[in-house]
């Protein structure tokens, strides 16, 4: 009787391990991937955002730079007008701004990214929880005593 009740437990165990690495921590591998790719757009508007106001604060017109052709191949290039500039505005498609236009709608694009930063964020927290309660119940089918919590250590 007492093998049968262990195989039992141990096939609990096993299912709850399966669920965990088949199916939470992808789901949080891709979720942490994902907020990643929102902090790095975000990162990609707030410097557009410095340029341009860097750009306003000098009264550059016009400007020479070296543009990436691709694959590391540079080539100078001059524009005669830098007071329009297009922006990427998503699934490819770029459109032409006035400077105070490209900064209003940074903003609203910034205001989103952070919103999607925030429920990345909240989803994780939510897997996390998942995954230490599937560790909670392994340990209970277990039978092992709970894990003590750890008391906050001053560090200075």
Known sequence: MAAAEAWVRQEKVRKFEEFVDQRL???L???IAQRNKVFEQQKTFLDL???IENLERNGV???RSMVNLGSEVYMQAEVPDTRHIFVDI???FHVEFTW???LQFISVREARLTRQID???HLIASIKAQI???CEGIREVLQLPAEKELSPRNTW
């Open 132 to 134: 230490k309660l599937v």
């Open 29 to 31: 591998t891709n979720a």
């Open 100 to 102: 105070q236009e490209a």
């Open 25 to 27: 921590k992808p789901d």
């Open 90 to 92: 998503g699934l490819g």
């Open 49 to 51: 955002k410095r340029n």
């Open 119 to 121: 429920e990345y964020t």
């Open 61 to 63: 017109t016009s400007m």
